[in-house]
């Protein structure tokens, strides 16, 4: 199956040498090796686009005769392409399409009959990332000598040039089979998924996968995860159990308790099992209890050697978006997506609101301390949004009462303590925008639709678990000392990667991606 059904590239600095206001046909230069990339994308039926800034023409630089011909000799050269959008304004102008905003992106989303989640945006700078995070969609940084370190470091993912960033879109692809589906009958599935209430939530597109074939689908998981396990469509039962492999506050491991696994997983009755896991966790242990309860296929990834303990052993590629890279393993155990499926985030039915809008929801918290907004900057943007006009509900949960009432402050409504997961998806459906950090009501936001900007520790790396197929804005220093380093405590005195937020800056993302909402 295709994950994406178009890839949208800028003009200037990705698809030809950047030429300043060019109005000039003679003077278009592919990028070096472009044609052939892009031939390789036509072939596999991807539709291509063009989305390029052009101020030149707002600013009399040239023409709009000039430009139509400039863009005939882009075509002449490396097209056909799909769908051209331009736009001619300057950054005074205001006008929604100009990148960073995300205009562009939806008009050729909507040209070629498809929406931005389902395309992939090539660009050279950070606009255009800011762009297709903005639109929803999944963005590839090719860096040139002007492109920016931070903007590099921001990027979901990036690319030596056109001919790698073709290459990374089309193993993406290739990691989801569509395949026919394994010859005997599952009746009962065990999908395993024991993390939190976000790594739960990630991994729904998949489970409905699995669903979309099997008579019976059971999840095993954390307590951690249980209240996420219960939104998700698709799941018939779920067995909670705490694995000390895999609990961060992991109890001993002792002979007792591993036999009552045992004896619970094989009361289960499953035909099968498909083990998903983080990308630094291990499916053996796991698998090795499984076999003892008699499940006679089980399908993981695992680039340790699993000897007689996996029946298909599948392998991701650092980098690939946490829900891709669960799709890709259900669709290698022969569970591919049914039709029609559009691989969002999901949950079996969004409660009603328990507020009345329009209100923005800020969430301070995070159950990994290291990725939680310093307190003093969350209460400084919660004063900044109600400045520019915004009700702000402050959530959180019992335990962080104190830390939301602080946040709240007198500027916001404090929420703390007051919704279990459930209530809280309701909360947030109705929300113009949330604010919060790479934690568990980020994923739950991308679940019921809402645009969320990300306050993003890079602690882990952005492109795997940023929120999926929702509108964003990540906001945080992406290249702090802590990245990649999966710390739980900030290693970093002062918390810099969070605490040099600018509350302006929380303000614009929220007003750009509430106002899309709204359009």
Known sequence: MNVYDAVLFDRDGTLIADVPYNGDPALVRPMPGARAALERLRATGLRLG????????????????????VNARVDELLGPFDTWQVCPHAD????????PRPGLIHAAAAALRTTPERCVVVGDIGRDMAAALAAGAAGILVPTPVTRPAEVAAAPAVAADLRDAV????????????????????????????????????????????????????????????????????????????LPWIDPAPDPVDRAGTDALVARLAAVGADEAVVFTSFHQSPLPTALLLRLAGVERISAISDDYPGSLLDVRHRVPPGVAEAERALSLAAAAGFPPPP???????????????????????????????????????????AALAAAGHRVLVTGSAAERELTAGVAGGHGVDLGGAFALAGLAGLLAAADCVVVGNTGPAHLAAAVGTPVVSLYAPTVPFGQWAPYRVPLARLGDAAAHCRDSRAVICPVGGHPCLAGVDPAAVVDAVELLSARRHA
């Not at 063009?50 to 011909?69: D, I, K, M, W, Y």
């Not at 329009?358 to 307190?375: D, E, L, N, T």
């Open 340 to 382: 029609g499926d559009d691989l969002r985030l999901r949950i079996r039915q969004v409660p009603a609101a328990p507020e009345p809008g329009p209100f923005v929801v800020m969430h301070p918290g995070a159950s990994v301390p290291a990725r939680a907004c310093p307190p003093d900057v969350s209460a400084r943007i919660v």
């Open 50 to 69: 063009v989305v390029t800034n052009q101020s030149g023409l707002a600013a009399g630089r040239f023409t709009a005769e000039q430009l139509r011909l």
């Open 167 to 242: 290459e990374l879109i089309l193993r993406r692809d290739e990691l989801h089979p569509t395949g026919v589906r394994h010859p005997h009958t599952a009746a009962t599935v065990l999908v395993v998924r024991p993390d939190s209430a976000g790594d739960v939530l990630v991994t729904g597109p998949a489970i409905r996968a699995v669903a979309a074939a099997a008579g019976r689908v059971v999840l095993l998981c954390g307590p951690r995860g249980r209240a996420a396990a219960e939104l998700l469509p698709g799941v018939d039962e779920v067995v909670e159990w705490r």
């Open 92 to 99: 005074a102008d205001g006008c929604p399409c100009r990148k």
